[in-house]
């Protein structure tokens, strides 16, 4: 059985940062693209940022390049979200997705997803 489990989130002021952390287990994990993706309230999931499977690419949107970090450890099952300089227009359930392929288009993702972890930022 496939599980995908984010963690890290929590409540902070703006300009501070977090780390979220996804972890994978049931699946060959080196064998997929990873991304972190966002949805606030009434609002469509969106991607923020996403590595490929030997993490040798990156993709970052433009409301989060120069402030988060995307990284992968293959052998702890593990991608991480550094998150930097957080602004409250980054609050949002942030989920975690592995793929068959490399995008960062919710709709395109072809794998599985985590539950999600709920990042606020208040000023």
């Known amino acids: 059985q496939v599980q995908v489990v984010e963690s890290g989130g929590g409540l902070v002021q703006a300009g501070e940062s977090l780390r979220l952390a996804c972890t994978s287990s049931g699946l060959t994990f080196d064998g997929y693209a990873l991304g972190w993706f966002r949805q606030a309230p009434g609002k469509e999931r969106e991607g923020v940022s996403c590595?490929?499977?030997?993490?040798?690419?990156?993709y970052y949107s433009d409301f989060v390049k120069g402030r988060f970090t995307i990284s992968r450890s293959n052998a702890e099952n593990t991608v991480y979200l550094q998150m930097n300089s957080l602004e409250p227009e980054d609050t949002a359930m942030y989920y975690c997705?592995?793929?068959?392929?490399?995008?960062?288009?919710?709709?395109?993702?072809?794998?599985?997803w985590g539950q999600g972890t709920q990042v606020t930022v208040v000023s």
């Open positions: 590595i490929t499977r030997d993490g040798g690419g990156r």
């Open positions: 997705a592995a793929s068959h392929i490399f995008s960062c288009v919710p709709r395109r993702v072809q794998g599985y």
